[in-house]
Nanobody, 114 residues
């Protein structure tokens, strides 16, 4: 059974930084990444990382957010810099395993406000 546990959300001022973590268990994982959902909006894909370390980013976060992973720990990270109020959302990690199963984290709130 694929399980993902997130940590690291919180309240930060505009221009600040946060680092999210997501620990996965129960399988061997290929693609991992992050989505977010702001109030009243649909869930938005923001970034993906392959097992080999290849990355992709949504234009809205490119240059400010960095995804990384530690395959030995089955953990994916999201370093968020230069945060803006519009980055306020619940952030969800996801993982696809080598058996084509998908898992989602429980979500962590990120609030950017002065």
């Amino acid at each position: 059974q694929v399980q993902l546990v997130e940590s690291g959300g919180g309240l930060v001022q505009p221009g600040g930084s946060l680092r999210l973590s997501c620990a996965a268990s129960g399988s061997i994982f290929s693609g991992m990444g992050w989505y977010r959902q702001a109030p009243g909006k649909q869930r938005e894909w923001i970034t993906t990382i392959t097992r080999a370390g290849g990355t992709n980013y949504a234009d809205s976060v490119k240059g400010r957010f960095t995804i990384s992973r530690d395959n030995a720990k089955n953990t994916v990270y999201l370093q968020m810099n230069s945060l803006k109020p519009e980055d306020t959302a619940v952030y969800y990690c996801y993982a696809n395993d080598v058996y084509s199963r998908n898992g989602w984290g429980q979500g962590t709130q990120v609030t950017v406000s002065s």
